[in-house]
């Protein structure tokens, strides 16, 4: 209640006791006198009553905004939990359905595992998010290599989608910068996967140096598409939420890539432009790397400017590849792919000519070998894959979406230099150290589970990796092997852990680093004979052709694509390592079977419904026990204050996160709380509960000791 209700109650008491004290009216002696005191004592009651009126709608008012702010509050978390509950009922479900589907094979068990892949992540970064346990770790990077990590896990995840990305960076901004580089990706391939879902065809990332005061600037990411968006959309993109009708999460990337931006110390908004088509922007601090040269960057001569001639399919793309190239100093002519046929005769007066593979007609192709000109065959990544074969007759292939520091790149490749290996042709001699080079990919071996990797025991394996997801993958994927495995966070890292054991069979290594990226640390590597014997495989996410040749190029034996196969892993070991040692299948049999004893938790159910990966398991019971572990206190609060609607929703939530653990008996005590709550039989649920606070004891001491 307010200060001014009780001063106003005490007023009018107090008035009222000085009108009413005896001696006072006995005071009082004539008619009028005693009239006027009656009337004035009315009066005052009049205005108390009124004071009273007004207090009691000021507090009646006060309650109906706590109530709102309660309501609101209790709206988000249902919304926070259904997804939950929804996410851990899809994993159960698409589990199940993968295992009955491995009796039919093939594309079904594939577009299940993708499935499950997708929702074992989400559910994972979400619990994070809400349990605040999320860290930003900011790191040197070269913003030319997390594009390329962009534009890989892109393709990764739309195989089936054909749309055209293009970026542009502003002339002001750093090569190399400093932050969370994992964060970033995850942000902007959330965003653009959204945008691709919704059948954007066209995509333009425009990074660019912003300007908050004189002290701080920023660094923007503005995402333009084609897609067009209602006002209504607009204002909830970024609540999730299941959408019964298509059976997906509704913006579940996007409220994850928020939440993630916030942590960032930045901000992520979504807006209408002028054209009602759909635009992001993405803002985070400006932090410039303190090295921004490095020995295997672009060469410190120039290039006299070139006349060059650009055709492409898309006109967009043909803009961006102009723009690129007239900031690089270059004087550039873009024809029109419907009249390029006729502009071939006028191809001997360009240096350079950036031609879709789409167009190297028998026309174009005999035009091209009588001249003196160079050549190179562009094609976008994010297209149904088609053979032109005419296209080899280029000088280089490049892959776009470009940057302009992959364009000086090609120009320095062709003017220049032939030690640079930003881009190079596939046929260059390099050292590779002793062991063979596989150029094509791995196939996948049949039959492969996590215990079939005890075959390489006692063999020494050196992961270069910056992401810690990825690491817990290939740790979790041969755990049962008793490999002996050393992880560095980057290139110089890497180089470090050599320099003091030289004796490891093999080494995976990432590509787009921070601090030192794959290449570079491939190239110092392969520098020193003492490493010759050491195969390395590339770990990437953009397998495109000239992206490919770099890898080889740097002297590295054979490529992995993310995300990591154990199928495909298998083959790079069986390949390149010699099998030391063949566990019997009794022995894994009753390692197996050790694994069922834990009370209260199935972990070989567990790991099915992970997407059969033990690292994601591990780290749904971690997110399990550290929101829910004590979820008992709570269930008797709900109890005792007869909350039996939110009592529910948590049963609800927690329902579908048993079942996706493995904990089968939580599951049902669980499901007869909810049966009874439906049935309103309320005198049975203190009994569930104790029953339910007695099972999750059992299954947190079974946790703690499965994660050890």
Known sequence: MSKKFFFVLFFHLFCLNVFADTSIVESVTTADEDSTMWIALFGLGLIGILALFLSSEEIKKYKRKREKEDEIQKQKDDKQDSIISKMSKDIYEIAKDGTSLQKVGGSNIAKSENQLLTITTNLIDFLRIKSKKVIVANQDFKLSNLLNEISGTLKTNTKRKEFELLYSIGENISKNLNSDTLNISKILV????????????????????????????????????????DA?????????????????????????????????????????????????????????????????????????????????????????????????????KVVDKEFYIDYVEYFDIYDVIFLDEKLFTNKVVAKLETLNCRSISTSNLFTIKEEFPNANIADMQATKPFTLWQVSSLLHKLFIADHDISVVSTNKAVNSGTKPVHRNSFQSTKNVSLSSFVRFQNNKVLLVEDNIINQKVFVGVLGKSDMHITVAN????????????????????????????????????????????IPIIALTTLTSKDEVAKMFASGMNGYLPKPLLKEKLYTVLATFL??????????????????????????????????????????????????????????????????????????????????????????????????????????????????????????????DKYLG
């Not at 050599?498 to 570079?520: R, S």
């Not at 099998?579 to 567990?606: F, P, R, S, W, Y």
């Open 190 to 229: 959330d965003i653009l996967l959204y945008c691709v879902d919704n059948n954007a065809t066209q995509l333009h990332v425009d990074i660019k140096r912003t300007s908050l005061n004189s002290k701080d600037d920023q660094l923007s990411f503005i995402i333009s598409t084609n897609y067009v968006l």
């Open 232 to 332: 209504e959309n607009e204002v909830n993109i970024f609540r999730s939420n299941y959408n019964d009708e298509t059976e997906e999460y509704d913006s579940l990337g996007l409220f994850i890539a928020k939440e993630l931006a916030k942590l960032m110390k930045g901000d992520l908004i979504a807006r209408n432009d002028d054209n009602k088509n759909l635009e992001f922007i993405f803002n985070i601090p400006y932090l410039e790397a303190e090295e921004q040269e490095h020995k295997y960057s672009i060469q410190n001569e120039s290039i006299e400017p070139k006349n060059i001639l650009v055709i492409d399919s898309s006109k967009n793309s043909a803009q961006n590849t102009q723009k690129i190239l007239l900031s690089l100093g270059h004087k550039v």
């Open 490 to 533: 980057h290139g110089k890292e890497a180089l470090n852990i050599l320099a003091n054991d030289k004796n490891y069979d093999i080494i995976f290594m990432d590509i787009n680093m921070p601090v030192m990226d794959g290449y570079t640390a491939t190239l110092k590597m392969r520098e020193n004979n003492e490493y010759n014997e």
């Open 578 to 703: 010699n099998n030391q040692h063949i566990i019997q299948d009794k022995e894994i049999a009753e390692e197996t079977e050790e694994l069922k004893k834990l009370d209260g938790l199935n972990i070989v159910v567990g790991i099915s419904k992970s997407s059969s990966n033990e690292v994601f398991y591990k780290e749904i019971l971690t997110e399990f026990k550290d929101a829910y572990g004590e979820s008992d206190k709570l269930f008797e609060k709900l109890v005792h204050d007869f909350r039996y609607e939110q009592l529910r929703i948590v049963c609800i939530d927690l329902k579908g996160l048993s079942g996706t653990i493995g904990a089968e008996k939580l599951y049902t005590i669980l499901s007869d709380i909810l049966q009874k709550l439906l049935l309103k039989k309320y005198d049975f649920i203190p009994e569930l509960v104790q029953q339910y606070t007695k099972e999750l004891k059992v299954v947190n001491s079974s946790i």
